[in-house]
């Protein structure tokens, strides 16, 4: 039986605190499943002001935590804590005002991200370090997310390298999305974090080189990024590493979606008895102004309304789609013109579009049960999250075959009528219509192949209790390349 583990998470967000993509739910629901397994799990945030301190019950620790940072000087912050709640897992944020008093995490209501995030993110990376002496928490690894908290898995193999308290400290690197890397131009700050650079920074290819080990949230996802197309220019640093990159499908939160004990939505339901969902159907419909209709089916879309997610060819392929008798739901925000364009056509084909654009949790919900179908085109997909939720919920995913849907999401087989989903592979106007209508078709000439498709999605699980033995395997795997292989032993047996 291995030594349980110290596990540092550094994350620029989590569930319940600040969200806004699946990396929050990942760092929400993963040290709840390591704590299961016996590890010491701590997580550390940035406190944005957008959490509040009353309402978590935050706590001060310790004096002020200094922080240099180089050119830029010594940054003076405080630290909070609370629990992660329902467990026993500390939750620390990291408060300094100057850099964190502000509402979103990247960026401004423009949605441009802040000019000074490589400064925000690289002091709170270094502060993650500093707050671990300061609580005199030694990890044996740290678990960073994205570019923002990089630059932990690059001291440590740097700056910190030889520091006492850390020379044991592995690094794994998740990668959750390839796309923001936090490349920057550091002219004006040569010396930084005590690492020199002569004109720019890449937070995240820094981090691939120097991390021990690397993850990407899907198997597939962790072979598209070897690839020029997906690798959104760092396709050298993830080749140089590929033999320690792997994929870790995430898992959901089955207390929180799942139609069996969803508060919700209105009626439950549970794979023996789908009465529930057409109740759901009626509500979702009724809810969206749409015609009550138990016949017709309803496709449904819950997304960032971004680029990464295809959007912009469902815009292309909507004028279509609304030929076939079918509803289509739409929920989300994102880029300016899909909060005119998707409501626009849902005023000129009141009977067929709805639309709601903003962020809403209880809606989100209603759609998942309510609806029949799941489109999620997405250009890439590092995991996704909501074609798992519609699986869950029997909301077949018509999905582009790419990144974590192609892994998670069984092509339907007419013959046999295996499958849990509806897949292509290019992405086109062409092929979203195609395939939508190949759903379509499914739905009114083959209900005995719809019932087995649903339950066959209903009967598939991703739990984080699987993905956290998968990460466990991770950290020692990270643990053994930092110590060596004898020093490993000792740890094993310690
Ligand atoms: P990404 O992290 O790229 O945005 P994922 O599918 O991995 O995509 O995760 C998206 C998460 O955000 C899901 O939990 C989904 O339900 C939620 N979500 C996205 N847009 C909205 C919205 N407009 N309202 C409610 N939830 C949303």
């Given amino acids: 039986m291995p030594r349980k583990l110290n596990i540092l998470i550094a994350s620029s967000e989590a569930v319940p605190f600040i969200k806004t993509g699946g990396l929050a739910d990942v760092v929400g629901a993963l040290p709840k499943e390591l704590e299961k397994l016996g590890h010491n799990v701590k997580i550390v945030l940035p406190r944005y002001y957008g959490i509040d301190a009353n309402k978590w019950n935050l706590q001060n620790v310790g004096g002020p935590l200094g922080v240099n940072m180089g050119s830029l000087g010594e940054l003076w912050c405080g630290a909070k804590t609370c629990k992660l709640p329902n467990t026993n897992i500390d939750v620390y944020f990291i408060d300094y005002e100057n850099y964190f008093g502000r509402k979103g995490p990247y960026s401004g209501s423009d949605g441009e991200g802040y000019g000074d995030n490589y400064a925000r993110f690289a002091f709170f990376s270094k502060a993650c370090l500093d707050l671990c002496k300061m609580i005199n928490f030694r990890p044996d ?26 020379k044991d400290t592995a690094s794994l690197l998740t990668i959750h999305n390839m796309q923001h890397q936090g490349s920057f131009y550091l002219g004006d700050y ?15 290819r820094d981090g691939i080189y120097n991390a021990n080990i690397i993850n990407t949230v899907s198997n597939g996802y962790a072979d598209e990024i070897k690839t020029q197309e997906y690798a959104c220019g760092l396709e050298k640093a993830i080749n140089d590493r590929s033999g320690d990159l792997y994929g870790i499908v995430n898992g959901i939160d089955y207390s929180i979606w799942n139609p069996e004990i969803d508060k919700k939505i209105c009626a439950n339901y549970n794979i023996y008895d789908l009465s529930g969902k057409e109740s759901c159907k009626r509500d979702l419909q009724r809810t969206f102004g749409l015609p009550e209709r138990a016949d017709v089916p309803v496709v449904a879309i819950v997304s960032r309304l971004a680029k990464q997610k295809g959007v912009d060819v469902v815009a292309e392929a909507i004028y279509r789609l609304v030929n076939y008798d079918m509803q289509l739901v739409i929920l989300g925000e994102g880029e300016i013109w899909t909060h005119f364009f998707f409501p ?22 209603k759609i998942e049960a309510g609806a029949d179908f799941f489109l999620m085109p997405s250009r890439f997909e590092p995991c996704g999250l909501n074609q798992l939720y519609s699986l869950s919920y029997g909301t077949l995913p018509i999905v582009r075959a790419t990144g974590g849907l192609n892994d998670t999401v069984d092509n339907y087989d007419e013959q046999t009528g295996e499958g849990n989903g509806f897949k292509f592979g290019d992405l086109t106007a062409d092929a979203i219509y195609n395939t939508v209508g190949w759903a379509m078709y499914t739905y009114y000439n083959r209900k005995d192949h719809l019932y087995k498709l649903i339950k066959n999605a209903m009967g598939k699980r991703f739990t984080w209790q699987r993905s956290a033995l998968k990460y466990e395997e991770m950290y020692y795997k990270a643990v053994e390349k930092r110590v060596g292989a004898e020093q490993y032993k000792i740890i094993l047996e310690g």
Avoid: Q
Avoid at 356 to 364: C, K, M, P, T, V
């Fill in 190 to 204: 040569p010396y930084f974090l005590g690492t020199e650079y002569d004109s720019n920074v890449n937070m995240l």
């Fill in 141 to 166: 690894v740290a678990h960073v997310n994205d570019w923002h908290t990089s630059p932990i898995a690059t001291m440590l193999n740097s700056t910190h390298r030889y520091d006492d308290f850390f």
């Fill in 344 to 365: 626009n056509i849902a005023v000129k084909h009141p009977h067929k579009v709805a639309c709601h654009i903003g962020y809403n949790e209880s809606l989100a919900h």
